[in-house]
C-alpha cells in the first residue's frame, strides 16, 4: 500500500506541469501595418513565459501570406514584425495559438483599403460640426480680412495618398498657405487608398461682413463629464461670448462667459453636474449677434442598438437591445454578408469589425470563410466614454459543388451542355467529351457565372454513332459529373400508313416505294410515319409532322399522285414514295373536250395581241420596276382545270405572284379539258433593265466580333455600339479578335492591319492595367465607315503561381516522344494481351497546382487508373491548372493492339 502511495505522488508530480501549461489563457493580440508594409503583431499571454507562439496570416482570398513562430518573454508578452509580399488588398487574418488553447486567438488588419481622414485641423475658423471620418461635407466661417487659412489632414491609414485641391499632401503635415477668395472658398480634401478608392471630404470656408457679428458653436464632453464649448465670432478678438446650458427637462445647469481670441475663436470649459441623461441644448450669444448661435451635446450613461440586421439570415434568438449575443447559419453558397446596425440617440460612432457604418445604413460586404465567422458590433457614446459591444457567431457550411449537368444533341448536330455547381460564386469548369471509342471529341474549360450556372455549345464534327461520354470536373468536386448523349442518325421508319386505303406492298423499313388506289370519292388521305429514333424530324408532301401523328389532309388529283415522307436524323436523311391513284370522274355523260379559255388578264399589264380564245400566243413589256405579275385565267368549260406555270389555278382566280427577271419571262396557262385534251396560251413578257445601276451598301457594321479569351465584352456586343470594355486576367498576355462584317463587300482593319472577314487577326499583346485600346475599322462597299473601340484592362498580377507545367509524368507504357514538360502531345503503342490497365501519374512542377486526368482530379503524383478492354484506341487528357486559373493540356493518344 505504502508502495502504491509513492507511485501515485510522481505521477502527480508528472501531471502538475501539463496541467499548468493548459492553463495557460487565449494571448490578447493586436497587428497593425505601416506604409512599408511592415506588420507587427504584438500580444500577451498570461502565464506564458517562454511559450512558443504559432503565427499565421491569411489574405483577403485565404491565402497564407505568412506563417511562422516566436517566443513570449519573460511578462509573457511577445511581438513580431514580417515585411508582407502579397499585393491583395483587404482584410488579412491574424491567427494566434500557444500550447494549451483550446481555441485560437484572431485579430486582423485592412491593407490598402482605408481612404478615410483620422483628423483634420484647420489654422483658424471653427468647423460646423466635430471632424468625424465619416462626414464628408463642412463648413467654416471666418473673419472677413483673412486672406490665406492652412490645413493639416491626416489619413487613418498611413499609406493612403492625400491631394488638396490636387497638390499632394504628406499624412501628418500642414500644406502651405491656401488662398481664400472674398466671399466663399471650396477647397476639396481627397484620399486615396493604395486600391484606387477615392473618398473626398470638401471645406466650405464662408469669408463673413465685419459689420454684422455672426457666431458659429460646437458642443462635446468627455468620459470625464467635461463639457468643452468652442466656435468663432467674425469679429475678431476681445469679443464677450455668453453661453447658456439647459438640461433635457428644460432646466438651465450652466450659465457661464469667455472672451474671444486671436481670429475670433474661443473655448470654454465646465464640469456637468446634472445627472439627467439626454440631449443638452447649448445657446452662445454675444453683443451685436442677432441670432444667437445653437448646437448640442448628449450626456448618455448607456448606449445600445435598437435594431441589427444582417443580410438574408434570421439571428437566434431574436434581435433585442439587452441581448449581446447572437448565431446565425449560411450554407455554402453565401461569400459575404451585410450587417444594418441602428443606434440609440446620442450614440457617437458604430464599428462593425473595424469599419465604420454609419446608423442605420448597411455596411460593406463582409467576406465569410467556411466554418465560423464572429461578427463584432460596437456601439460608442461621444468620445468614447460608454460602448457596448454585439458579438453575432456565424457557422457557415462548406463549400461542395454539386453539379445538376445536362448534355443533348438536336437534329443539326449541335451539342447543348448546362449545368450549375451549387455555389452562388464564379468557378472553373473544366469539360471533356469521349466518342463511343473512347477517342476524345471535345475538350473546353469555361467559367460558372455568379450565380454557379454554366453552359456552353459546339457543333460536333464526329461521325461516329452511339453513346457520347460528356464528364465534367470543378475545383472541390470530389469526382467529375458524367452524363451521356447519343449521337444516332437513324433514318428508318418503324411504321407507315394511310387513314383510308392500304398499302402495296405491307410496310417494312428497308422497303421505299408504295402504291395504292381510291376511289374518285376520295378527294383526300391523311399519312401516319412513325420513325424508329424519336428525335428524327419527319416531313409529309414538304410539311413537318409529328412522328407517329396524323398529317394534315393532302388533296389528291384525280389520277396518279406521288407524296413523299422524308425522314431527316442529324445529317442524314432517307425518302419514302407513296403513289396514290385517285380514280376517274364517274361518266354520266360523254366527256367534254372544251380546253379554251374565255378569259385571259394580267395585273397592270395589257397583252399584245388582244385575248381571243383561238390566239394562243401573247406578248407583254413591264418597266423594271415591276418584279412580279398576277395571270387571272376563266376557263370556257366548268369541268376544265387549269395550271398556271405548273400549278394549278381555280377558273377565275388570281395565280400566285409571279416573279419577274430583267429580259423575256414565259409564262405558260395550260387548261385540261374533262376529256382529257389540252390546249396551252403562252405570254412573253419583257422586263426592262434598270436605269441606273444599284446603289453600293453603306453598311459599315459587324455582325458579330469573337474573341480568343474566355472573358466577355461589357457591354454585350451590338453592330450599332462601338464602345466596349474588356477586363481579362492577368495571366491573358494577348488576344486575336476575329471581326465578321454584316455586309460581304465590305472590308476590315484591327489596329490598322487588314483582316479577312470571319478570320482572326494577329495576336495583340496586351500591357497590365488599362489603356490596350483596340480599333476595329469597317470600311463599307461605299466608302463609309464604322470604328469598334475596345478598352482592354489587364488585371495586375494576382501574385499566384502561373506554373500549369508537368515537372514529370509516369506513365506504365512507352512514351513518344520521351516525356518533355514543353511537350503537350505524346503517342504510346500498348499490347491488349499485356495490359488491362495502365497507371498514369503525373507531378506538377508547382506544388498548389491542380491536375485532372480524363476530368478525374488528382494529387501531385498520385496514380490515376485508365481501364483497357481490348483493342482500341484511347485518348488521355491531363488537365494542369496553375494558382491563377492558368491551364496546361496534355494529351496522350493510346493505341492498344490485339
Known sequence: MKKLLVYLFFIILLLIPASLALANTNPNVSAN??????VTINGTIDNGSGQTVHIRVED??????????????????????????????????????TYGDIVPSITEFSYGTDNELASMLISSGTFDNEFSSNITEYRVTVAHNLSRIKLTPTASESSSLIDVDGTAVDSGKSTGSLPLDDEETMIKINVTSLSGQVKTYTLTIIK?????????????????????LKGNINTGYGQIIAVRVM???????????????AGGNYELSYLLSSKSAGKYEVMVGAVGVKEVATTSFYYITDVVLEGLTISDMALSPAFKSKVTEYTSAADGSFDSIIVTPVACEGADKIIVNKQPVQSGEASKPIRLREGSNTLTITVYAPNEAINKTYIITIIKANKIPDIALKAEINHKKLVSISGNTGIKASRAISVFITDPSGITEYTNHIKSSADGSFQLAYIMQNKAKGEYRVSVGAVGLKAPRIVYFTYNPIVDLSD???DKASLSPAFANDQLYYSSYVDYSVDSVRITATAVNSKAEITVNGSIVNSGQESTDLLLWEGVNIIPVVVTSFDESKTYYITITRGSRPQSKPSSSNADLISLSLSSVTLSPVFSPNTTEYTANVENEVDSIIVVPIAADYNATIKVNGTFVTSGSASGSIGLNIGINTINITIIAESGSTKTYTISVARKAADTP????????????LLSCSEALSPVFVPYHSQYELHVANAVASLTITPTTTDSNATVKVNGIAVASGSASGSIDLGVGPGNMVEIEVTAEDGSTLSYIINIIREESSGLSSDATLQYLEFDGPLSPVFDPAITTYTSTISAAEFTEIYVAPFTNDSNATVLVNGTPCNR?????ITISGPSILSINIIVTAQDGTTKDYNITVTVNG
Open 861 to 865: 503524383g498520385e496514380s490515376v487508373v
Open 208 to 228: 463673413s461682413n465685419s459689420d454684422i457679428p455672426t457666431l458659429t458653436a460646437f458642443a462635446s464632453i468627455d468620459a470625464n463629464k467635461k463639457v468643452i
Open 33 to 38: 501595418i505601416n506604409d512599408s508594409k511592415q
Open 247 to 261: 438640461s433635457p427637462t428644460g432646466k438651465v445647469v450652466y450659465a457661464g462667459s469667455t472672451v474671444s481670441l
Open 694 to 705: 444599284p446603289e453600293l451598301s453603306s453598311d459599315a457594321t459587324l455582325s458579330s466580333m
Open 60 to 97: 483577403p482570398t485565404g491565402a497564407i501570406d505568412y506563417a511562422g513562430t516566436t517566443m513570449s518573454k519573460k511578462d509573457g508578452s511577445f511581438s513580431l514584425t514580417y515585411t508582407m509580399t502579397n499585393t491583395a488588398f483587404g482584410i488579412y487574418k491574424v491567427t494566434v495559438n
Open 496 to 498: 407507315l400508313f394511310l
